[in-house]
């Protein structure tokens, strides 16, 4: 998610975005000439990055360079698959809602492709976890999983993808259907998670509960969730710390 939180307070997609402006003028001092602007600027990180997506550069540029935090919104939810009608005209980008199925799909995997770039530009990588992958039952969406894993592994560069599901899910309804480069990456690097214990069980329902109700979740719940939580005993809690893939 672009628009998470850093702990500076920064989005990913500003962090992002600040550090390609510093690279470019680390790499600029390396090579001992002057950091340019606007369009020379632009033009000289195309070339650096070759083949990256023209409305990606531009964007995430414009995100660097304004502080309107209205059009921040708009450039992070464009580059997260968004439409809306005025991103043509405030990015200058194609309306996605005039765009074919085919088209919106290597529309994304091109933006998947120039982040990339973006990261080994910026010396930046980026882990991407896959959670909840049990619930994935039809083989389509098994296959289409595996065809984005694909890219992420083997056309992208500084991403680290995790995925996180039962082991006798991933024997039995994963690996016989998945391409052989993204069976063999996952198949190499398949570390058996620990089972929790009742207190990070504890601390886990506690920050579930935070999440949703925030300063109201003490105060609405009481004592409750304590009493709740001591009946959560022995293989109760030991079953939601199933062996995972990564």
Known sequence: NLNQKRRDGRTQLHFLADRLLERYRELCAEERR??????????????AMLGIDEGFLRSVLLYAETGDEDLRDDIASWLMGESDET???????????????EALESEARELLL??????RYCDVSMIVCFD??????????????GSVI????????????LAFLRADTWNLRFAPILDDSVRQRFGTN??????????????????????????FAHVEVGDVPQAHLRTLEGPQVRGHGADGVG
């Open 34 to 47: 002057e950091p340019q602007e606007g369009k020379a600027r632009y033009k000289a990180l195309k070339r």
């Open 87 to 101: 991103h043509p005209e405030l990015l200058g980008v194609r309306d996605r809602d005039a765009m074919s199925p």
């Open 114 to 119: 120039s982040l990339g770039r973006l990261l």
């Open 132 to 145: 909840q992958l049990d619930c994935m039952e039809k083989k389509e969406l098994v296959n289409a999983w």
């Open 150 to 161: 694909h890219t992420l592994v083997n056309d992208m560069y500084g991403v680290l993808p």
């Open 190 to 215: 398949f570390p058996s998670m620990e089972n929790c214990n009742l207190e990070q069980a504890r601390k886990l329902i506690r920050n579930r509960v935070d999440a949703f109700f925030g300063e």
